[in-house]
């Protein structure tokens, strides 16, 4: 396998835990404290794998751009976000729980096409899909 599959599938992995960490915050929900809000007990796993799934998510993508895949680099996070619906969905039934899920679907839905009609103005303008 090339080094390009080998990030997209880390990518795939690392936005599919960041998703699934805000299912799992979604599904915790917050305490108030007298400092403020707190996740309740058993939370921060939730947490690192948000930070974490980000961190290695972004970079995976970035690195993507570079490549002859930048056009795919878009289904990378759609791909998280989707696998977050799911997570989100078999977590609970409650009203947040569909709300998270339902703005994670639109998150992955819309992030392809944004970038697909963004790259497709940038081809209209500079010339190169124009028939000749």
């Known amino acids: 396998m090339t080094s390009t599959v080998w990030r997209v599938a880390l990518g795939v992995v690392a936005s599919s835990a960041f998703f699934w960490g805000v299912a799992g ?3 915790l929900g917050l305490e108030r404290t007298r400092n403020g809000y707190t996740h309740r007990d058993g939370g921060e796993w939730y947490t690192y794998t948000l930070f974490a799934g980000f961190v290695v998510a972004y970079f995976s993508v970035a690195r993507l751009t570079d490549t002859t895949a930048a056009r795919y680099a878009a289904l ?3 791909a998280g976000a989707w696998s977050g619906v799911l997570s989100c969905v078999l977590m609970g039934q409650q009203t947040r729980h569909w709300v998270a899920a339902a703005v994670m679907a639109l998150i992955g839905s819309v992030v ?3 970038v697909h009609l963004r790259r497709r103005t940038r081809r209209a303008r500079s010339g ?3 028939p000749a």
């Open 128 to 130: 190169a899909g124009a």
């Open 25 to 27: 915050n979604v599904d």
């Open 112 to 114: 392809p096409l944004v």
């Open 76 to 78: 990378v996070p759609a």
